[in-house]
């Protein structure tokens, strides 16, 4: 989706000005354009209601604040299809891989796809600005890495009972995985602001996963 101004539809207005129930994801939706445009600090609620085509009144009855309102921004980023939960069931089914190098790609493949979704990408850029004036925005957004993070480790673990990889530090491996895949995926496009083609995004992928895998491979077993 663009990130071009919205004029809200003069139903939604009346039917807010009603007493309608309002929709939670057309006011989230609303949101999360304007914050785009004018960040955090720069969105105020009246430009946030106009968007949504709600009245001010209405909006803080549903949302309470703007920091409410975009921690529901974050949360409808993180949620849907391809979403954190998926990308952390993935990650928890390695521990049972028969082939961990093919299911690694896949895992790798799929998060770069996520993290580098135009809207994703964007909010993340505007995140990182803004969590000097406000550090809540980016503990918001990392907490359900740190969930995918932990599923990782904990399948790196069983993996390592089954005498696959050889790997003193599952938390350490994890994040090496995630810095080698995902972090080299987002510094070569300027976290998000360059596409970047399939080919180079399976690149960076399969050389990742390859040089990993090199390092915790069990050499024991031949």
Known sequence: MGLQPHQPHADR????RR???IKHDVVVDAARRVFLRH???????????AEAGVSKQTLYNHFGDKERLFREVI?????????????????GSLGGS????????????????????EDAA??????????????????????PGAVMEQALAEAIIRQAERGTLDVPDAALAA????????????????????ALPDAE???????????????YRDRSRG
């Open 39 to 49: 960040g955090f600090t720069g969105s105020g609620v009246d430009a946030i209601a």
């Open 75 to 91: 949360r409808a980023a993180q949620s849907g299809p391809g979403d954190e939960r998926e990308l952390a069931r993935m990650a």
């Open 13 to 16: 207005a009346a039917g807010s």
């Open 122 to 143: 964007a909010l993340r850029r505007l995140i990182i600005a803004e969590s000097g004036r406000h550090p809540w925005l980016l503990e918001e957004w990392t907490r």
């Open 98 to 117: 028969d082939d961990l190098g093919r299911d690694l790609r896949a895992l790798g493949r799929h998060w770069v796809g996520m993290v580098l979704q």
């Open 175 to 194: 994040r090496q995985l995630i810095l080698v895949v995902i972090i080299e995926a987002l510094t070569r496009t300027q976290y998000g602001r360059r």
């Open 201 to 215: 995004a399976a690149e960076i992928v399969d050389n990742g996963v390859e040089m990993w895998l090199r390092c």
């Open 19 to 21: 007493g309608k129930p």
